[in-house]
């Protein structure tokens, strides 16, 4: 094999010149590397070799999570994969994977094999219920992690069943975002150490912490175990969802004093006599009466005569709208790329900002480029293709 890394591939960004080895994956994975890319990360992406991707239903240019990254593929069922994989292990900074708990082990990759090649090296591992404990085996998907930690528990109207929040809570935000702030924190401890270290990620552990508010609201008897009953969940009239005359909707968020008072003067109900805006026992019919005002214009009516006046609220856009609302056009919160509408990197960096590097790769579709940039020769392409590792 390769000895000597080339250059870095060219990227943008705050962490150009990070290098990051990504073992293919689904979900929260791809979403973390997704955000270390569009930071400016150079991360080679390890798939399965063409005919083993399981014939996903989606074109690999609108697979917008893996946006960013190269792709090589290796079939790690070969001895000589696994050895290239722990090649590009020993020029990289991160290694990243999402396989259930003994599976990187049981393929060489685990991190004794990979600290071993590299002691600096920061290994990130993302699974749904952690590396240990007594589910640690058991399959799950994002509701089931957001079900043991209350989160589903909490969303939804008090005469509802729980409201699924796509897969936010736990994938991506529990899941993708508690990996990469674990992943970038041990990169900068290492930097001091010398040391890498293995990064325990799991999406009951991260969607329990973005509770943490809740928990401590829930104890201090300011939050009520049922859900739809609160301040911030629907419960309050004055934090909701309200239909509008055509058939759309607005969110009101009047919670402070200031921002109620604007809004009753907004929809011309007099303050003197409305209910006190804290009382629990005139919440339904202030409800009842919010909800008919509402009703008398239509979703756009609202927000035009809302312009300039501070009544938080906004309209509930679709996925279709959300790109052409004037404030995100001029924030440019959406990019098109090749085509495809998405959103664009976030946060924002005043003098190093980042880029969404390159569209989706198809699988295996840079595999010599990113072995050869990362320190493999000609001849080791041709051994690797001898054995089978690669096509």
């Keep these: 094999m390769g000895r000597e890394s080339k250059a870095t591939h060219e990227t943008r960004g705050p962490l150009a010149g990070i290098r990051v080895v990504e073992l293919g994956g689904v979900g929260p994975v791809p979403f973390c590397c997704m955000l270390l890319s569009d930071l400016g990360a150079d991360i080679i992406r390890i798939d399965r070799p063409p005919g083993y991707d399981g014939g996903a239903p989606v074109d690999p240019r609108f697979n917008l999570l893996n946006r960013g990254r190269r792709s090589a593929a290796l079939d790690l069922k070969k001895k000589s994969a696994v050895e290239a994989v722990l090649e590009l292990v020993r020029h990289a900074d991160v290694l990243v994977e999402g396989f259930r708990p003994g599976v990187a082990e049981r393929l060489g990759l685990g991190p004794d094999d990979c600290l071993r090649v590299n002691p600096a090296l920061v290994y990130g591992r993302m699974t749904g219920w952690g590396q240990d404990g007594p589910l640690a085996q058991v399959p799950g998907h994002d509701i089931s992690y957001v079900s043991l930690t209350g989160v589903l528990h909490s969303i939804g109207a008090e005469d509802g069943p729980p409201v699924i929040p796509l897969n936010l809570a736990g994938d991506f935000g529990g899941g993708s975002l508690y990996l990469a702030l674990g992943v970038l924190s041990a990169l900068l401890e290492s930097r001091d150490s010398g040391q890498g270290q293995v990064v325990d990620a799991a999406m009951v552990d991260g969607s329990a912490s973005l509770m943490t508010l809740f928990h401590g609201l829930h104890a201090a008897g300011y939050w009520n175990d049922q859900r739809g009953t609160n301040r911030l969940d629907s419960g309050a009239p004055w934090y909701d969802v309200y239909e509008t005359k055509d058939g759309l909707w607005l969110s009101v968020a009047a919670n402070e004093a200031r921002f109620w008072r604007n809004l009753l003067g907004f929809l011309g109900l007099p303050e003197d006599d409305m209910p006190e805006q804290h009382d629990r026992s005139q919440w339904p019919d202030l409800r009842e009466t919010l909800a008919a005002v509402f009703r008398t214009r239509t979703r756009d009516a609202w927000c035009a005569l809302a ?35 998405q959103p664009a990197p976030a946060p924002r960096f005043s003098r190093t900002p980042g880029a969404i590097q390159r569209p989706p790769a198809r699988p295996g579709q840079d595999t010599d480029e990113v072995l050869l940039d990362w320190g493999f020769t000609v001849a080791d392409l041709a051994e690797l293709r001898a054995t089978g590792a690669i096509t």
Excluded: N, Q, Y
């Excluded at 009544?311 to 509930?316: E, G, L, R, W």
């Excluded at 996925?319 to 959406?334: D, I, K, S, V, Y």
């Design 307 to 341: 312009e300039g006046r501070e009544v938080c609220i906004a309209p509930v856009l679709s996925l279709t709208e959300a790109p052409h609302h004037p404030h995100l056009r001029e924030r440019g919160t959406f990019v098109e790329v090749e085509g495809v509408v």
